[in-house]
Every structure is written in structure tokens, then in C-alpha cells.
């Protein structure tokens, strides 16, 4: 099956087939979206749907372990840390007498699909099981414990995977399910300490997990400004304590008050020997005499509610895991699923196992190049991105990759548009990246106004010092176009010897690039490279799947959303109706109502009559006869002139009356509020990396005018992708201030499958089977 294959999935199309999905060893968030998505989908298809308690020692202990799964078992788990069907490590599956007791008991139930949640070692484990099947039936039949007919009937077992780790140690998915609320609790805390690091000129040195993976370390020190990170895949010199410590004096030395520094659990040194925290500790103590202390996250990173990410990408490889083992057949291969970009994949499961083991291997043998290669260009981006931006002064000479001098060129930033958390970070990136390049980097303060009053400074290093965790635009933005004032602008980028310009910003950033390149056969001074990073938390932005600040927007959301609910916990049979911003976008509607398991969210791309509204009111009304206490109903600003948020509200409580009560909430600017979220950070920082290396390549290319040279960086499905804004226009509905297609909308029928609506599934190009060969291909995370 390839990328492009139309997949309709019709309720009740699988019925009767045994299914079964259990958690294996460590716990990590997320895992309740799976487990929801799963037991949900499989019982939308027909199937019957079973939960196995405590893992594989469930599985092998049967009776009460596996117990069949309703609709409402699953209710209301979404929000939760854990997995509520429990996991644990199991010594007797390990013995094939373990494995025959569990096939018995799967037999016994009419189990022959199973959804693995777990590690590389579970999912071993369940490949393992699936290769003796056979075997074990036959002895089962040897001994008179199942008959001819269930031999027969129950012939082929069905493996699907999904990796569920905090440390992000399987190779073949960018994220595993879990890393991402790691990733929120360890930047929370680092968050935290900041400020009272400040009040002391303190030294922290954070411990997080990551045993055999330093992804957390890398990726935390890449979105908190950490002054040194150690981790296993690429250890620290010998001489590390050295360079620490000349690091640290040359910062403080700057002005820096304060200064993070990252150990992963794990972290070596080139001999392998171990760096622990309490080693950082006495080094920096003995040699510098600094105030420093110790933080060890441990299970915290584990603990709390999931964030939107991890909720999605549970609903999204649940529901897939379910749709694999559907359409598996005899000769089908055991698959993982994963996440490749903007994709979710089906990945060979023994081929991913065997990479994520040569990892071990390399940095067994102390091949740390092959380790940091076959951990996937996004981790060895990170790292390389991370150095980079951590040295203090750029060098007083720059070099190309030639080897030749740089000459410096003049380039500049500024924002468009609202404010949306990465801005910042995105700023930063760029600004260090320039000047470690040897060029002049100049900031535009208050956008197109500030570029016509020449409100521009030239920035330093230290000027952006603080800036990747802080939410807003430092340099501030507002939302107007160039409009008549291109002649004053033109003059500016003259005056100030502007050779490049970046613009950070949502669709009015867009809008303002278009009229600059427009603008070129009256104003020369306008052909120059220009390049946009789009940054709305609306994602309305064409030419890229995903904006800088939606991924933060969506986590406020689905908080508030948590919050609210959690409101009605004494109070029985409510509704809560809730309005996002988006404009006419439904992005923040549809994905928030994923991530928050909603009822329905109402957006303005997908029509919806007041016989669409009487539905989802009677549909309300037998969920709370049936035992639910609590709905939630989202509902895009401007998803309807008439049917408005307060026409719904007061629908639902005039229909409701008897059953249920109504509240209306309007979240409002709430949601552009907030410290930016470990994947702004990290995409604003790596996003304006790629815009500098565009418009050095452009400025060198000669005299900008050409339709290439005024582009749009996205995320497009599986990749960076710089797209002429000439080329986007006919992609955009202009009255509407959206994209006329959006990838999102392949998801609205999960979100009313998950929901208990009657839905035909749809998918196209979202899921696709990925041979071995392709595991390699470039991600974006």
C-alpha cells in the first residue's frame, strides 16, 4: 500500500475478529490515548475487544488479566498519566511453558490480534510469541487443551506495535509515545529554577533519564539555553572538566548569572567511563568555588497528564495499529507503527529492533559517529544545532564548508502579524547563527512600522541570551502590510544595506512577503532573498503543515480543557461548550478535540446544518443516560455566523434539560499566552538555521529576481520545504485567510469515531506501509 491509497473503513466491516492490546514495561504518557484509540476503533470495525492487564504476566496468569473492553471502559482516561491497564515486567513469558499458558489463554477468548504498547523489548517479545504460534498450538492440541476446529480457526497470529518510551530510543520514529510530556515536565522544571538561579548566580545541573539515549539531554539543552550537556551517544572528551570550566568562567565573565547544565542518566566519557551528576558537582565545587546544586527529575519526567502531542500521536497509531492488523493476511509481516514527520508509517518491527541494538553495539565498540548516524539525522541535527548555538563568541574568523573566509553579509529580522510562542527562539537561532557565520544581523522592531520609522539595532550575541523559553516577540510585531508605504521601505532596506530578510511571523507575514516580491519591478531595492517562517497559532499559513506557536496554543487549550472538566468532577451531567481562536481555521478546534477527547468540534471547512446540531445533542443525551457524566463540545470562532457559541450553548441546555446541565467558556487570548513548548522551541531554533543557510545561498546566487528567491519555509508532510510564495498563492483561499487544503482535515473522521458517531473512516496518504530501505528517510522533528 502506498501513500497516495484511499482507505474507507466502514463501521461493523470487521466483525467477529479477537483483538487484544496490552501495556509492557515501563509506563509512559500517552499510553491511555493508545489504549482509548484502540479499544474504540477496534469495536467501531466489529472486532471484539479485550484488555490484558499487567502485560505479558497478565497474558500468562489469565482469567481476570483479560477482560473483554466496552466503549466506556475507556472513557475518560485521556487526560491521564500511566496506563490504566497496568504493566509490569514478567520473567515467565521469557519461558516458552510462560508462552504456552498464554496462547491457551488468548485460544481460549478467540484472541489472535494483538496490540503491543512497549519497548524494544516487549515488542521482541511479541514477535517472539508470534513465531512459535504454530508450535504452541500444536502442543496445545498434543495435550488436549484446545480442539481440531480452535487449531484450525486460530492458525495465524497478528502483531502490531507501538512504541511507548519517555527516552526515545527506537529507531525508526521520530517520537515515541510519551517523550514529548517528558520533554514538558523536564522544561518545567528547568523553567522553574531559572528564576531563582538568577536571584543567586547559580550553577544547576539537572539529571534526566536516558540510561542508553541522551535524546532528552540533547533536545532539553537545545530548547533552554543549557551551557553543557553530556550524554552516551557522543561522550564528553577526556578533558571534559577542563572545557566545562573554562565555559563556565567565560560566561560569567559575560554577565550570565546563572548556568544550566544537563546530565543524561547515562552520560560517559570517551572511555566510557561515567559522568554523574554528583561528578559535575565536585568538579565545578573544586575548581571554581561556585553556588551548585543537584536536581534529579527521576519519575517525574513519567508522571502528570499527557501533552496534546502525545494524546494525537496515541489516537493517531492506535486507530493505525488497529486498521494493520484488520488488513493483515497469513504472509503480512509483524509491523511497528511510527511516526515519520507529519506521517504515521507501518515500519518492519524486527528491522527497527535490530537498528535500535546496533546502536548499543556502536557505542559498545566506541563508534560514537555510528552511534549519533543510526540514532537518525534528527537526533544528529540537534546535537550539531546545540553546539553551535552554546559556543559563547563566534570565531574571529568565519569559514564557509569550502574552507574559504566568509565575507559577512548585512541581513535582517522582523515579525508580522500576532505574537505565537517560538518567535523568540526562532529569533535567536537566527541571530547566533549569523553572527557565528560572521555576518551583521540587524532586528526590525514593531514589523512594517518599524521598518518605515527605522526602528532597526544591530544585535549581538548576548542580546538574545534568555530568549528560547520566553513566549511573545522581544522584538514586537504588529499586524500591518506594506501596503502604500513600500516606497519609505524601500528606502530603509537601502539606507541599512539589508541584503537578506527573514520574516517571523502568521498569514499577515505571508500577505507582507507577497507584496515585498510583487513590489520588485517598481522597487529594485525589494530583490533581495526573502524567506518566511510561519508563526500563527491558528495554523492558517499555506506551503506547511505546521505553524511556529500552534503546538503550544493546542497544549494551553487541552489544559484549560482538562481544568474545566476536572471543574464538574462533584457535579454530575454536564456539558461544556468552549470556543478557540483560529479565525477560519479549525486546526485548534479539531486537533484540541482529539487531544481532549471531545464530542464534537465544529469548524467552518466542514459545513454543519442544525440537523448536524440535533444529532449531536441526541447523541449527548444517550451518552449521559448511559453512564457518562461529562461531554465537551468545541466549537472554532468562526466556525458559523449564525450558529454562534452562545446559540450552541443555549441549544444544549434547552435540550438537555432533565439530563444534563450546560457551561459556555470562551478561552480568548489565553491561548496565545504561555512559555513556548519543547516543539516550538526546538522547530523555531532549527526552522531559522535553515532560513540563514537559504538566504546566504541566495544572496551568493546574485540579483534576487526570480520567483525562488522569495519562499516560505514549511514542515510538508515528511521534510523542510521552501516553497516560492508566487507558487503558493494559487494554494490559498485569500477571504478566508486559509489554505484550501489542510492535512488535518483527514483527521476529523477519528475525532468522531473516537466520539461514538457514525462516520465513514477516511484516510489518504496519512498512513502508508514504509519498506526497509526507506526507514532512513530525512525527519523533521
Known sequence: MDGTTQKFIERGSHKGKGLAVFTSGGDSQGMNAAVRSVVRMGIYLGAKVYFIREGYQGMVDGGDNIEEANWSSVSSIIHKGGTII??????????????????????????????????????????????????????????????????????????????????????????????????????????????????????????????????????????????????????????????????????????????????????????????????????????????????VLGHVQRGGSPSAFDRILGCRMGAEAVMALMEATPETEPCVVSLDGNQAVRLPLMECVRRTKAVSQAMADKNWDLAVQLRGRSFARNLETYKMLTRLKPPKEAFDESGKPVEGYTLAVMHVGAPACGMNAAVRSFVRNCIYRGDTVLGIHDGIEGLVSGNIVKMEWSDVTGWVAQGGAFLGTKRTLPGDKKKEIAARLKQFNIQGLLIIGGFEAYQAGLELYEGRSEYPEFCIPLVIIPSTISNNVPGTDFSLGADTALNEITEICDRIRQSAQGTKRRVFVIETMGGYCGYLATLAGLAGGADAAYIYEEKFSIKDLQQDVYHMASKMTGGIQRGLILRNEKANDNYNTDFIYRLYAEEGKGLFTARMNVLGHMQQGGSPSPFDRNMGTKLAAKCLHWLVEAIQKGPANTPDSACLLGVVKRQYKFTPLEELKAQTNFSQRIAKQQWWMKLRPLLRILAKHDSIYQEEGLYMTVEQGEIDSDNVI
Open 86 to 295: 497496568g504493566s509490569a515486567r514478567c520473567m515467565d513469558f521469557k519461558q516458552r511453558e510462560g508462552r504456552l499458558k498464554a496462547a491457551f489463554n488468548l485460544i481460549s477468548r478467540g484472541i489472535t490480534n494483538l496490540v503491543v504498547i512497549g519497548g524494544d523489548g516487549s515488542l521482541t517479545g511479541a514477535n517472539l510469541f508470534r513465531q512459535e504460534w504454530s508450535s504452541l498450538l500444536d502442543e496445545l492440541l498434543k495435550t488436549n487443551k484446545i480442539t481440531k476446529d480452535q487449531r484450525e480457526k486460530y492458525k495465524y497470529l497478528h502483531i502490531a506495535g507501538m512504541v511507548g518510551s519517555i527516552d526515545n530510543d527506537f529507531c525508526g520514529t521520530d517520537m515515541t509515545i510519551g517523550t514529548d510530556s517528558a520533554l514538558h515536565r523536564i522544561i518545567e522544571a528547568i523553567d522553574a529554577i531559572v528564576s531563582t538561579a538568577y536571584s543567586h548566580q547559580r550553577t544547576f545541573i539537572m539529571e534526566v533519564m536516558g540510561r542508553h539515549c541522551g535524546f532528552l539531554a540533547v533536545y532539553t539543552a537545545l530548547c533552554t539555553d543549557a551551557t553543557y550537556s553530556f550524554i552516551c551517544e557522543d561522550p564528553a572528551p577526556l578533558n571534559w572538566d577542563q572545557k566545562l570550566c573554562e565555559k563556565l568562567i567565560e560566561e560569567r565573565k559575560s554577565g550570565q548569572r546563572l548556568n544550566i547544565i544537563i546530565v543524561a542518566e547515562g552520560a560517559i566519557d570517551r572511555e566510557g567511563k561515567p559522568i554523574t551528576a554528583e561528578l559535575v558537582k565536585k568538579v565545578v565545587v573544586d575548581n571554581l568555588q561556585q553556588d551548585t546544586r543537584i536536581t
